[in-house]
């Protein structure tokens, strides 16, 4: 029901648009979430943006600054912007969607099957 998109290899420096589009329900009233898993570590929180019509928005520190998580409701789709992306921004991206705008990925109901992310130095 959620697939994430746009994830590919990119050198340091550059942008990426990761998406994320649902499908077989309505996840407007939803918070959504990005997480991410880098080879070896453990999954990690990377933003989330509540569901509400302000649409607040929270980030992990290490990517504060460099990353926008937002959502278009109309194409049930949420968006995470990358910019001066690191070498160890490098993972496996995963959206999901739950009842609360959490950093903790037990809450999240709903995972997408994940988009891989390489920066290359």
């Known amino acids: 029901q959620l697939q994430a998109s746009g994830g590919g290899l990119v050198q340091a420096g550059g942008s990426l648009r990761l998406s994320c589009a649902a499908s077989g329900r309505t996840f407007s009233s939803y918070a959504m979430g990005w997480f991410r898993q880098a080879p070896g570590k453990e999954r990690e929180f990377v933003a989330f943006?509540?569901?509400?019509?302000?649409?607040?928005?929270y980030y992990a520190d290490s990517v504060k600054g460099r990353f926008t998580i937002s959502r278009d409701n109309a194409k049930n789709t949420v968006y995470l912007q990358m910019n001066s992306l690191k070498p160890e921004d490098t993972a496996v991206y995963y959206c999901a969607a739950g009842p609360r705008a959490t950093w903790e990925a037990t809450s999240y109901n709903y995972w997408g099957q994940g988009t891989l992310v390489t920066v290359s130095s």
């Open positions: 943006i509540s569901w509400s019509s302000w649409s607040s928005t």
